[in-house]
């Protein structure tokens, strides 16, 4: 039992969200043997590729093709798989289908834990809706009921990563996850998005007041040198056997 | 440096309430090595003695007495030092002179983790009173400028434990401590208070409950067999290297 | 206009939620001579119902055959009608139809009050769109212009009875009905469910902290012996001419 | 046991905020046959005295005795007994000697319900002021070693009457009481208000508007005519046998 | 560029919401040189149409056509533009569709700011829906991807408009439009509304209520006359470049 | 009356909050032509001076000579005044003598805004007492009755500036000042805080971070580049005649 890999789930609503929001988070975890899974809902082709359609001369197809590259190669950086589930952005629609199809994916994966989006975001409606269609495929998932005699899932943890303005989307971190020893796959992983550079310098920012922030959040035994950090937002209380 | 034991410190407005909210916790950590240590600001003399006082010929002193008693043999079960602050009762005001008291027991500790209560609490302001002092003693605590040249503390985690009406105190759980190990060392304790019989089963209830609930959030790999469990709001968010 | 009968209407997203969550209530106001409905949007077949699935040999006809027996049994032991939607569950979806059936019960039944569920629940999806699907249900049958001619609904309070882990749903009882009297019809509705024994003993144990937490709240002229109780949480203000 | 009147306690931060917040509450008891008792804080002889201040040749006694005289005229024509606490005003501050006062005062009346201010209000700390130290009061009275031998006082429910400006209070009534039989004598107290004259209709437009919303939730046997209302928030759950 | 005239957008789910809740902002807006142009999605004629409804021989098309003359009248009085959507209310239903085609409504106006209603409405779940369906058409409207070529919007700040219970509602009022210059034209426009004529005094009344509070939060150097005023609650943050 | 020149107040819980949280508002309205006053409550000698307590041969008074120091320079940068209460930190602690005096400043600056801390910082127990503290002082300058003939205060808006952990503070910025053209000016003051270099860098991604989210809050018309800028949060609604 012990000997089966571990496994998480990211599911970003666009195809590069999983990089800036929790690029550490999957770098680590791959690091520590963990087979990390992305599900990409959609390229972002509307609503996050505007240096691409700004080149003229393109078509949808054309910059999902350009923005599926940049989120493979993004993914490969950082050690996990990704698929793309191509259901559309700006605005993004989920039906049954897509609901089961997702369900299938945490039956597949068995994942320890799961991240996606914040619950509110007035800036991206396609964001909450990745994120419930998270929650409830996870629901779905474990049912006995839903496609019976099928291994269902656990209660894996759920985490929604940082939002663009976390103030505004009512989201506060209650973890902070330390990705200094990963940053410089998470920073390559971010270069590959080609198409949203005025965002590189943004989000190393970002992980660098998360880092600052987790230092000052350590007990006393600790005497970690933390300089990068990603912040995470439980949705689902843990289980431990120890609070120190 | 590995060497030194691991500390804890609980602070507990009425000699009481660190049994039924924090006795698993203590008699846990105690278990794993950790000197938990208690501080009682008050025996609870006014405002958690009812039956004590219906007994007719009582005095303050007596019930304090009697009070003490039982909160030191509590602590013996749990395996936990517990010390008196004897600073009254319903209602509890603490002066400067407490707080920095309460500020020299953290430098002194140096605790991994601290408990007390919930921030609000509208059937006992003594609480909301108790987890103030503590969070102000914290901080205090660790600042340079406070006895300067004595050893700060760090930034060790705050957790508030169940009230007694968790929802009308705005309380939610987001950490559950597995206490099947220990609940027979924490009913044990439970039984020390004589003059409150009446929680006895209240409290067993809770953590039944909280048992059930605990194993409703377990991920997919744990196995685990929890029947006993206590919740914990956590006041500030943790660091961690693993969201699994 | 008094020798009406009072009624009352109780929205259950699976079949057997109204027992564990409303039980109380119905038994206690059909005593009281309301004629209480239930309507069950799904039988829980997919989602509520490990026990029976686990049996092998079963299909999602015979699931749902089972589960209304126990419902249409544990409704009678209460002494309330009941009506199944079967919209299915896990996910469960409601379309106009569905909606606009719910506010022809409301025509119908005329209910001097409303329960369902809370309006949030991270554990479970099918919970609040049950609230919400019965809030706007209400409205619709509110409307004069909605099959003009029959006779509306007036503003009967809507309450969300008690979710399986209370503070995750962010749902705080601000109602506490007394139950005791009705206890045992409660708890031999319960026992109607036998493919959820499990949570038997879990909803005594609700009943009997909800019982002691109600009897915390009771003013001075009060002296009833309370021992089981159920919570509710308002939607809308109540009207009152008394506050005592 | 039922021969003995009910009794309510009010407690406002200034002389005339019982007027305007829960005159008709005290008018609508008052005729119900309760004894009404009115605290009296301060005489908001700083603070809520502008015009008398503006009159010139005046002093802190001579204001003081303005407003008492207005404050008892209201109380007369509302029914209520009043007295008076005088610890100033602008800015407000009790001490333990003022808390045990009031809490002796909740033993004399052992109130049925309890009104006071909002828990916030960022326009005035005097109000939460009263509202706190009214919980506090109520809490070090239903202890058994306060003053052992004298009879505690139960759990009376607890109300927020109306602030100024309600929404950024965050105040939400969840209860309106219908005053409309006695608005006239509310509307005669507030004339006793000589010294705020600008607030006449400006409360009676809230009476107005709490009216009308009220008879937007009320239930479908009733029939009433509701002209004027006051709302109220509660602090603690109610407890009931009826939904309905 | 500064010769442009600048636009506003008012998104309406029934056809009177507009006027209650906006046409102050409107007819001051048009007054300050504003195109303001107002989308109706329905005609409310299922919900708010008792009146019409209880005259008899009535048809949907009837009152639709009674409805959307008085809508007219009451824009022209105010200074504005409408059109309605007519995609039916009670309950209200926004597809893909409607959802693009108030997205090119966004494009078409180019609006400085954008009206609409609050996000929770326990009494209306067509006004929820309205303030969703706005603030995602706003999005869409923003995506390059979106019709490419054409021109984007910005990111105007958008407000809620009072709704009828604000408390139920959690609406707070963060702004205060000074409306006291055009209150005969909304007070006019009001009484186009010849089918809800009890709102009418029930929003005068809000007007001078929200005008004293305006009033109570001047700052030192203001010496204006404000009489009627309405409340608004911004979605988003404002970008200023002055706080006093 | 329009030569006045208007006036601002900063109230610092400790001397360097000022430069961090608001050097950017200070420099900016200095420049628009107001005189921006601070008062600081204490030096921070305790609290926020680690790296001077470590130099060794230190006293208090030492420290606090130091802080002056540097804040008068950071002051004399931004264009503001500063005075200093030196009521001491770690805790802080104020009496009404404090409060007094800090509504005596009211009286005397008849600020246009008022900024100040935050009113949760689970960090820093000094920086709501300052917020509190801020806002009681205001409420009684505006009281007639308090010091009777002398000019009382209006109503200014008052602002909470941006704590260390915002999201954990539970602020939320709903203003964002742009700070481009005096960014300089606050850089210069911060390095005057030799004492804190390790915050340097740290708010200057504060204000990067934030001038990003203000370019993404601005309507159509703005042309604006925005590099830095500032975020608060109103504690009172505004009044204005536009809303665009």
């Known amino acids: 039992?012990?000997?089966?890999?571990?496994?998480?789930?990211?599911?970003?609503?666009?195809?590069?969200?999983?990089?800036?929001?929790?690029?550490?988070?999957?770098?680590?975890?791959?690091?520590?043997?963990?087979?990390?899974?992305?599900?990409?809902?959609?390229?972002?082709?509307?609503?996050?590729?505007?240096?691409l359609w700004r080149k003229g001369e393109m078509t949808e197809q054309r910059v999902k093709a350009?923005?599926?590259?940049?989120?493979?190669?993004?993914?490969?950086?950082?050690?996990?798989?990704?698929?793309?589930?191509?259901?559309?952005d700006y605005p993004m629609r989920a039906d049954t289908d897509t609901l089961l199809r997702l369900a299938d994916v945490f039956r597949r994966v068995q994942p320890e834990f799961v991240l996606s989006h914040s619950l509110k975001d007035p800036y991206n409606y396609d964001h909450p809706l990745a994120m419930n269609l998270t929650q409830e495929a996870r629901i779905v998932a474990q049912a006995e009921g839903y496609r019976p005699g099928e291994k269902i899932v656990g209660a894996p943890p759920v985490y929604a990563?940082?939002?663009?303005?976390?103030?505004?989307?009512?989201?506060?971190?209650?973890?902070f996850l330390d990705i200094t020893e990963v940053w410089d796959k998470k920073y390559a992983a971010i270069q590959c998005m080609a198409g949203q550079e005025h965002l590189w310098e943004y989000y190393t920012r970002v992980a660098l007041q998360r880092g600052v922030q987790a230092k000052r959040n350590i007990g006393i035994t600790a005497s970690k040198h933390i300089v990068y950090a990603e912040g995470f937002q439980s949705v689902f209380p843990r289980v431990t056997e120890q609070l120190g």
């Open 161 to 175: 990563f940082e939002p663009h303005q976390p103030e505004q989307c009512e989201w506060r971190p209650d973890t």
């Open 66 to 88: 350009a923005r599926r590259q940049e989120a493979e190669a993004a993914a490969e950086v950082l050690g996990a798989s990704v698929e793309f589930f191509d259901i559309g």
């Open 1 to 51: 039992m012990t000997e089966q890999q571990k496994t998480a789930l990211v599911v970003s609503a666009h195809s590069a969200d999983f990089v800036w929001r929790a690029g550490g988070a999957i770098a680590q975890h791959a690091t520590l043997g963990y087979a990390v899974h992305v599900v990409c809902l959609s390229f972002g082709e509307r609503g996050e590729s505007a240096k």
